[in-house]
């Protein structure tokens, strides 16, 4: 991959401005075309054109359209060609400079995200079959080793020979390996999101989980959340006051719909923002200069919910400001999976 840290904002921005007028261009042609075929049938309802002059004019119209035709397939390749650049060299100065700012090391892939068998879509979004991923970030963060990447799922059905697909989820995906022994399975929603779910759980199959419930006795959290577990005896040990407390403080502050899982040794969350996140902003081509603080900032606030998550859910015990993390112990956890980006 290219080397895009030396890139500048007004380059960036005039890249996307050519692009913005490219594509502002193109209904123009398109009704040019159409004009120009117009024309000889025009000229022969008015009798102007005879019929063999008109034959003879709409195939040189014909030819003229066929030749615009190809060269704006080859303009539009490069065009699409070069949004996608920009996209590259955009999420490579942002997500850089906001991965640096929050974790020590780091790996950023924006085309790969976490493999479709590693996200519990069907258990925790029913009739969500299938997912895609990408913006896969990797790192540590105070010595607790992450994956985070932008996720949509998408949803199946068939009701009286009538198959679709509609998009269920579009958000965030994080793991991390959970500060605890837990060999069941437990998942906590934010209320209205597990409402809508069974809502539509009933309306495709009448299923519902009411044995999976579980409250913790909190009157707060448990207006605020709906838990489903495997192992009461689990959860509750899990969920203890204090880390019921961590739970509705990241709610807080994520704002968001979202599940957090705990499955197999790991601690997952979904969140259910309806954003693509890190993707350049739709008004890039239509200004003069792109306000890269801003962008960078925008990063940063949506990478620093994988802080936010870790601080509450995997070191829920601590102070706000911890001892520093032993960085050879990153180090030496780090390269047994791969070299370190920084």
């Known amino acids: 991959m290219k080397d895009y840290s030396m890139i500048t904002p007004e380059a960036l921005t005039e890249e996307a401005r050519k692009i913005a007028k490219h594509s502002d261009r193109a209904p123009f042609i398109a009704l040019g075309q159409l004009t120009l075929l117009g024309i000889p049938f025009l000229l022969l309802c008015m009798g102007v054109l005879p019929p063999i002059p008109f034959v003879v004019a709409f195939a040189i119209a014909l030819i003229l359209v066929g030749v615009t035709a190809i060269f704006g397939h080859d303009r539009q390749k490069e065009y699409d060609e070069r949004q996608k650049e ?86 965030q995906y994080i793991d991390f390996p959970c500060p605890v022994k837990f060999s069941s399975t437990l998942y906590i929603y934010t209320k209205d999101m597990l409402d809508d779910i069974e809502r539509k759980t009933f309306l495709y199959s009448g299923n519902t989980r009411g044995e999976m419930y579980y409250e913790t006795g909190d009157e707060a959290f448990d207006k605020k959340f709906r838990c489903l577990t495997t192992d009461q005896t689990e959860a509750e040990t899990l969920l203890t006051p204090e880390y019921v407390r961590s739970i509705v403080k990241l709610s807080n502050l994520i704002k968001d719909w979202f599940v957090i899982g705990f499955k197999e040794g790991r601690i997952f969350l ?25 962008e960078m900032e925008r ?14 859910l995997a070191r829920p015990s601590e102070e706000k400001t911890p001892p520093e993390t032993n960085v050879i112990d990153e180090l030496e956890s780090y390269w047994k999976e791969g070299t370190p980006t920084v």
């Open 86 to 171: 920009l996209v590259v060299a955009f999420k490579s100065l942002v997500v850089n400079h906001a991965a640096q700012e929050l974790f020590h090391h780091y790996s950023y892939d924006m085309e790969n995200g976490i493999a479709e068998e590693d996200i519990p879509l069907n258990e925790v979004l029913p009739y969500s079959y299938f997912g895609r991923s990408t913006n896969l970030l990797t790192g540590f963060y105070r010595g607790v080793e992450f994956r985070r990447a932008d996720l949509e799922a998408s949803a199946a059905s068939t009701h009286v020979n009538f198959y679709s697909t509609n998009r269920v989820f579009l958000g």
């Open 270 to 294: 979904l969140i259910d923002t309806g954003t693509d996140h890190l993707e350049p902003p739709k008004y890039l081509g239509y200004i003069d200069k792109m306000d890269m603080d801003y």
């Open 299 to 312: 990063a940063v606030k949506t990478l620093q919910t994988v802080c936010d998550a870790i601080d509450r």
